[in-house]
């Protein structure tokens, strides 16, 4: 069974830096779809960023970017230039198949002003 | 815009009650999920379907069944309620295709109590 891991339950950052949220998974497949989604106070999950592990370059979302290491499994969110908006919380998923996701335990994260 | 609506946004449920957490999409999408969230676990699948009248197990399917009569409508039945299963339960929808091609949409969440 596919398991992704989220091992840092908070983390914080000063408005206008930069922060790097971990995920790792683990998966026998080849080919496979990663995933961030934000959620905020309001509860509505929201797609941050996707990456299709066939593809080597790193997917880049305006102010947010991923740094996927394939043989590590390893697939870190970085934030650039926080913003207030940004506070929520944050699920790495992996697509398993047709469409069903494994998601991390979620990172709370504080933007403080 | 894709709308999946959960019919109530707090629940408060006795142990032993048949409970009914409705979900209805407004996108004609084939798949329908139900998750629930706990502090610490994240989301886990419970059940899930890609078309009317077909279901499938998810990952922690005990003590729930499910119900898809029409399409736009994803039923998620607590047969008879226990304090173990006070969470908060998000359903999501899709198109019939990867969630890298047609991305999840989720409710606003049901947070249930059973006490």
Redesign the interface.
Known sequence: ?QT?T?SQ?EMSVQEAETVTLSCTYDTSESDY?L?WYKQPP????I?VI?Q?AYKQQNATENRFSVNFQKAAKSFSLKISDSQLGDAAMY?C?E?TS?????????TQLTVNP | DVKVTQSSRYLVKRTGEKVFLECVQDMDHENMFWYRQDPGLGLRLIYFSYDVKMKEKGDIPEGYSVSREKKERFSLILESASTNQTSMYLCASSLASSSYNSPLHFGNGTRLTVT
């Open positions: 069974a992704v989220q339950p779809y995933f309001s509860r509505q999950m797609l996707r299709e699920f998923a697509e047709g469409s069903r996701l494994t998601f991390g335990e979620g």
